[in-house]
C-alpha cells in the first residue's frame, strides 16, 4: 500500500496511507492561504498543483500560473525525493488533506513546541 512517511532526520514520526494528498498552510506574512496538490509514487512525491489564494512576499505566481476562482492557480508537476517542511509554533500549523479532509499535523505529530524540520517521503 502506498503511504507518505514523515520523518525528523531518519525517524519515521508518522505514516499516513493515500495515493494523494493536499497541503495547505497560510503564510506566516501575508497571512494567505497556500495550497498544493502532491500524488505519492512508490519512489517520489510529486507536485501536481498549487494554488495561492494572492500574491505577496515571496508568494508570486509561476510562468504558466493563472488567475482563477479567486486564486493564482498551477498545474506545474515537480519530481520531489521528498519534500521538506519547517513547522513552528509561531505560525499556524501545515494541514494535510485528504479527499476533502483536513487536519493539522500536529493530528499526526503533536503540537510543534519549537522549530521543526520534518521531511515527507514515499514509503
Known amino acids: 500500500m502506498i503511504a507518505a512517511c514523515i520523518l525528523a532526520g531518519t525517524v519515521v ?5 493515500g495515493e494523494a494528498f493536499t497541503l495547505r498552510w497560510m503564510h506566516s506574512v501575508e497571512h494567505i492561504l497556500w495550497e498544493e496538490d502532491y500524488e505519492v509514487q512508490a519512489a ?3 507536485l501536481v ?3 495561492v489564494r494572492g500574491s505577496g512576499a515571496g508568494m508570486e505566481p509561476d510562468a ?6 479567486g486564486a493564482w492557480q498551477s498545474d506545474r508537476r515537480m519530481r520531489l525525493a521528498s519534500l521538506s517542511l519547517t513547522r513552528s509554533p509561531f505560525a499556524r500549523d501545515y494541514e494535510w488533506c485528504v479527499d476533502g479532509r483536513c487536519r493539522p499535523l500536529a493530528h499526526w505529530l503533536g503540537a ?3 522549530i521543526q524540520f520534518i ?3 514515499p514509503c
Open 13 to 17: 514520526l508518522a505514516r499516513i496511507p
Open 44 to 46: 517520489a512525491i510529486v
Open 49 to 51: 498543483g498549487s494554488r
Open 64 to 69: 504558466g500560473g493563472r488567475w482563477q476562482d
Open 112 to 114: 510543534a513546541d519549537e
Open 119 to 121: 521531511r515527507v517521503t
